[in-house]
């Protein structure tokens, strides 16, 4: 199935408390002054700043005098430039101000959608290197094991991340380019492999879903039916 990208332009001002997506979420500042503060790490919003938050990263914002951004909400998790630019907040390119520039003079957005939101994804940098000396080794063994043992639990990329010591966004992008899966995508995997072992060794449909932290039979059911 293709990705869904939701391209909207939205007036920011009084906090309403911290949050998260299980979706990435790009964010170019574009009139005043916004305050962003994504995992505890402060910084400023103004035209041409751009900023991409990764699933799973709290953040908050505010404006006292009130600011207008474009926001692009994509389900695309498994995009190794969305996972290598997750958490990082950089200057949007020429080509990124000229399409803004253009967006801000339209009075509604409904009918550029789709080609808009692929403009905006084109001009992303396509590659970005990572000092060496920030790559903290993750012990997926472990890390496995603490997985397995959790499953039952409704666990998410904070939880993971905390197990490797990484921040979200960093545990996010290491995870997808270590292992091809993002996060959840990753979870997903070991509750369903459990979930056969413990078909397999006799135990009822019910039993397994509450191990495997399904919510309920028909769901692991239906888990279990589009693995094939």
Partial sequence: MDAVAR???????????????????????????LELEIEGRGTRMTAGRLAVIAPGDRHDFWSVGGSTCFVLDTDDTASPVLAALAGRVLDADGSALHLLRFLASRHDLADLQGPAAALLLSTLPGEITLPRGTRRPIDWGRLDAWIDAHLAEPLGVADLAAQACLSPSQFAARCLAETGLAPMAYVRER??????QLRAQGLQVQQVAQRCGYRSPSALTAALRRQG
């Fill in 7 to 33: 391209l909207s332009r939205r007036r920011y001002g009084e906090s309403k408390g911290s949050h998260a997506h299980d979706h990435f979420q790009l964010l170019w500042g574009w009139q005043g002054a």
């Fill in 191 to 196: 509750r369903l492999a459990a979930a056969r």
